[in-house]
């Protein structure tokens, strides 16, 4: 019986499998079937459901669905999978009269819509949890999602969630506990985009929930991290039946935020870096500009929270320190008495901008009217250096400060128009000088319109932000003239306009405005904005013509085409021309790179110089060509370097003098107008002889010297020399020919150059040498003749052309000393001694007067010799007193060759004799 039984059993389970296998082959009942459960689901779910492939298992309980598609009816979302399973406990059917699902969903692709904090997606799943029919009670019990790719739309904004990992809640039974809900929430790898641009990476960790059947409270506990902006960030927090908290941080804790709820109190404490809320704004408002990058400082916040009269109240502090974008820092922002209710905001405000440029004020933002008003004043004095990071700017503006209560700002904001006003007055300390400026602005309709006045007139323009960034129209009124103005035409961004020179001389530096003169002329612009990140533009001289009174050659073109590539702050100038009425300057390529304060940090500016008119006092006139170039790199001096050729030119000063050799100090003075160290290295050559002429030189040199200058020396290092070719030195009547003449410039004494000179003639009979040695403060000036004659007499010779003046002992020197001032002084000394002889003989071309200054006799009167040169040959003296009668002598001389003469003399004593002088040469 019991065998029997057992068989019994045995063919009716087999049986049973057999039916079962044939049935869940069959594929009329499988069809059945997945029309019975896609009729079921779209009843209870609410939604249009299309499933490809729908299998069941009868022996696991479990139905596979593939490729599903579901959307719901009125609700703005949809989802799908790659795959389903489903599985049934048979159990819970026969017993409990329910269908328990268990769900997992693989790859699963959903839509959704938030608006106004409802989640369209959430409400469908709330459809799917409370499944019934009229016969069977249709619970899940475990739904899990492996894989989700999420698109959710907010305000026209996209927002997509990847990840890889799990979602899985189920309902446990615990022996001692009442059933409760189990979830947990794994993140194995997960990206987050907005609209299509990454902002959240490596999403990863695991998030539980639960909660209890008598609870109406989900216990929940959050363990993340998550890479943004390249930092990893941390995700921490816990939430049960006495609160909340959530705490994020990131590895070196300068992101430290705790937020907590307890009972009706919300609070939220801690700092969080700039550069990162700001990178938040951007990729929400979807800006194109990256603020992020540049934007450094810490917001340090401290709210508390809490529930009045049903609406959510707000009191706290926020203080953002050491914020910086740029080179603009602040050092201290702090919103004190902060206030948020539903109907506005409310807060006092102090910025602290850079320690003492403190500005305090008021916040009051009006949110059911959409209307804002911020108000700042300074409280103290403000040091205009303290407005500016850059050092260059500090040397400008160091004498200037803001008194208190003389920089007020208000900003307005109502609706989409934002007004405010600008009123500052800035004053020089050691004049008193004040310069006030009163503006207001207006921004609506993505232009900004900005008019006011200062001291000196009226100015007005506006910036259009669409479809970029542009001028519109810029200009400045002066005693009812305009000084600038720019302007664009009617729907164009090509901006044309002009400066008047006078007004752009006046912004120059007290030593540039004496650089440059142009009562007349004006600067043409004309710039293409079409682009703002790269504009182009061109500047042209017109109305007049630009003076420079070292050189007195007037500017008479100015051609400047440019590029200004707004991102790098870089300025590119091709086929630059400066035209002026003697020669030209041009440069086929300048470079110019800007720092954020807008000072120059790189330049490169190639010149060619042709034919170029220069002077100096009046004294020098030239032409000149060549090549120089400008240059400066970060860390450096600016740095001139040059190779200058002189054409034909002339020199009406002596080349020997201080005020040729310590004007070559002076030729490049240009160098001291400006306000940054310049460094110099400059060749200057001459190619044609210099023509030197002045009342005691008339010779031609040539040039090649070079010079060097370093910003922190007081002069220039000279090295080269200047040689003298023919010419002569003009003693009145008598002429010293050049044999050899040459100024050296050494390093190592730069006031005071070598001097080298030569210069010979015969006179009378006698071959008078003259050589000049040393150096131009110590020079050794050396009289020598052949046949031999004493200094007194070479003076004699050449100032009087007599050797045989009788001269007062201390005549000589003083002689001398007029030969110094005569050979080594500028073209404006005449020495005494030569303009007293010049008066005496300036009358008679071949006889000379030679006065005697001793009167040996004691006799009295005027004693003295006169000089007759009948020709080459022949000379004759005559000695006489000219008061006295019995005074007299004469000497008659005839030269027969250079070394043999012959003399008749009659002495004082009536005596008469001759004399033969013959020389030898040995």
């Known amino acids: 019986m019991r065998k029997i039984i057992i068989r019994f059993l045995t063919s009716l389970f087999l049986g049973s499998l057999l039916a079962l296998f044939i049935v869940q082959k069959n594929e009329h009942i499988q069809n059945l079937c997945k029309e019975k459960i896609i009729s079921l689901l779209e009843k209870e779910w609410h939604a249009n459901v299309h499933i490809k492939h729908c299998y069941f298992n009868f022996f696991t309980q479990t139905i596979t669905l593939e490729n599903g598609a579901i959307n719901p009816k009125n609700k703005p979302c949809a989802w799908s999978f790659k795959q389903g399973k489903i599985y049934i406990p048979l159990l819970s059917i026969l017993l ?34 409370d499944t019934n029919t009229d016969d069977f009670e249709i619970k899940p019990h475990l739904i899990g999602i492996h894989n989700l790719h999420l698109d959710a739309t907010i305000d026209q904004k996209k927002l997509s969630l990847y990840i890889q990992g799990l979602f899985e809640i189920k309902k446990t039974k615990m022996l001692r506990n009442p059933s409760f809900w189990h979830g947990e929430l794994t993140f194995h790898k997960g990206n987050i985009f907005l609209n299509e641009k990454l902002i959240v990476s490596n999403l990863y960790g695991t998030n539980t929930f639960s909660k209890k059947k008598e609870d109406n409270e989900w216990l929940s506990t959050i363990k993340n991290s998550l890479t943004y902006k390249g930092q990893k960030i941390f995700v921490n927090g816990t939430h049960d039946t ?96 902060l206030k948020i209710t539903p109907e506005k905001i409310t807060s006092s405000v102090m910025v602290n901008y850079k320690n003492n440029a403190l500005l305090n004020g008021s916040l009051v933002w009006s949110q059911q009217q959409g209307e804002a008003k911020l108000s700042l004043k300074n409280m103290q004095d403000v040091n205009m250096t303290q407005l500016f990071s850059d050092k260059d700017i500090h040397q400008r503006v160091e004498d200037w400060l ?87 035409k009617p729907n164009t961004t090509l901006l044309n306009g002009f400066i008047h020179f006078p007004f752009l001389e006046s912004l120059f530096s007290n030593k540039m405005k004496r650089t440059i003169l142009g009562s007349k002329a004006k600067l043409l612009f004309e710039i293409d904005q079409s682009s703002f990140e790269t504009m182009t ?132 003075s240009f160098l001291n107008y400006f306000d940054r160290p310049f460094d110099m290295g400059v060749i200057i050559k001459s190619e044609e002889p210099l023509l030197i002429k002045t009342t005691s030189l008339d010779t031609q040199a040539h040039f090649d010297i070079a010079m060097n200058f370093v910003h922190n020396d007081e002069i220039p290092k000279i090295h080269g020399a200047i040689s003298l070719h023919d010419g002569f030195l003009q003693f009145l009547n008598n002429k010293l020919y050049i044999e050899y003449g040459k100024v050296q410039f050494m390093t190592s004494q730069m006031n005071d150059p070598l001097i080298n000179l030569v210069a010979k003639n015969k006179i009378k009979k006698y071959w008078v040498t003259l050589q000049v040695t040393g150096s131009l403060q110590k020079p050794t000036v050396l009289l020598e003749s052949y046949p031999a004659l004493r200094e007194e007499q070479i003076l004699s010779l050449l100032l009087a052309g007599s050797e045989n003046a009788s001269l007062q002992a201390d005549f000589p020197a003083m002689l001398m000393q007029n030969l110094h001032t005569m050979l080594l002084g500028n073209k404006k000394i005449i020495p005494k001694a030569t303009a007293f002889f010049d008066k005496l003989t300036r009358s008679l071309k071949y006889v000379q007067i030679t006065p005697n200054f001793t009167d040996q006799s004691g006799r009295g009167g005027i004693k003295g010799i006169v000089s007759i040169d009948l020709n080459d040959q022949l000379h004759a003296q005559i000695q006489k007193n000219f008061n006295m009668q019995e005074d007299f002598a004469f000497q008659i001389e005839y030269l027969l060759s250079d070394d043999i003469n012959i003399k008749i003399i009659k002495d004082q004593r009536e005596e008469l004799g001759s004399e033969v002088e013959v020389r030898f040469k040995l």
């Not at 008193?432 to 602005?441: A, L, M, V, Y």
Request: glycine content about 6%.
């Open 96 to 129: 409990k009269n329910k269908i328990q699902l268990h769900i997992n969903f693989y790859n699963v692709a959903a839509e959704t819509t938030i608006k106004n904090k409802n989640i369209a997606i959430v409400n469908h799943l709330i459809d799917i949890f």
């Open 537 to 668: 533009g061109h500047i042209k001289l017109q109305g007049g013509q630009l003076y420079i009174p070292e050189t007195r050659n007037l500017i008479q073109k100015i051609s400047l085409p440019f590029t200004i590539d707004t991102k790098n702050r870089k300025i590119d100038i091709e086929n630059f021309h400066l035209g002026c009425s003697k020669g030209s300057i041009k440069s086929p390529k300048i470079t110019c790179t800007l720092s954020p304060a807008l000072t120059i940090t790189q330049l490169h500016v190639p010149l060619e110089i042709n034919n170029l008119f220069i002077n100096w006092k009046k004294d020098f006139y030239g032409f000149m060509y060549g090549t120089a170039v400008i240059q400066k790199s970060p860390k450096k001096h600016f740095n001139l370097q040059g190779n200058l050729v002189l054409k034909k030119s002339l020199l009406k000063n002596n080349v020997f003098s201080e005020d040729v050799t310590g004007g070559l100090y002076s030729t490049f």
């Open 242 to 337: 006495s609160g909340s908290m959530l705490h994020i941080t990131n590895k070196k804790r300068s992101l430290n935020v705790t937020c907590s709820q307890k009972n009706s109190i919300y609070e939220a404490t801690g700092s969080i870096p700039l550069n990162l809320l700001s990178a938040l704004y951007e990729y929400i408002a979807q800006s194109s500009t990256r603020y992020s990058n540049d934007i450094r400082g810490t917001g340090d916040i401290q709210f508390i929270s809490h529930i009045k009269n049903g609406f959510l109240e707000t009191n706290g502090i926020v203080i953002i320190n050491n914020a910086s974008y740029k080179n603009i820092a602040i050092k201290q922002v702090m919103l004190r008495n």
């Open 402 to 488: 803001i008194p208190a209560d003389h920089l007020l700002f208000t900003l307005n904001h109502q609706q989409k128009l934002v007004t405010g006003s600008f009123d500052v007055t800035c004053v020089q300390k050691a004049s008193d000088e004040f310069i006030p400026i009163k503006s207001s602005f207006s921004y609506e309709d993505n232009k900004l319109y900005v008019q006011g006045k200062t001291k000196q007139g009226t100015f007005k323009g506006n910036l259009a932000f669409t479809p970029h960034l542009h001028m519109e129209h810029l200009s400045f009124v002066e005693n009812k003239r305009k000084q600038f103005s720019f302007s664009t």
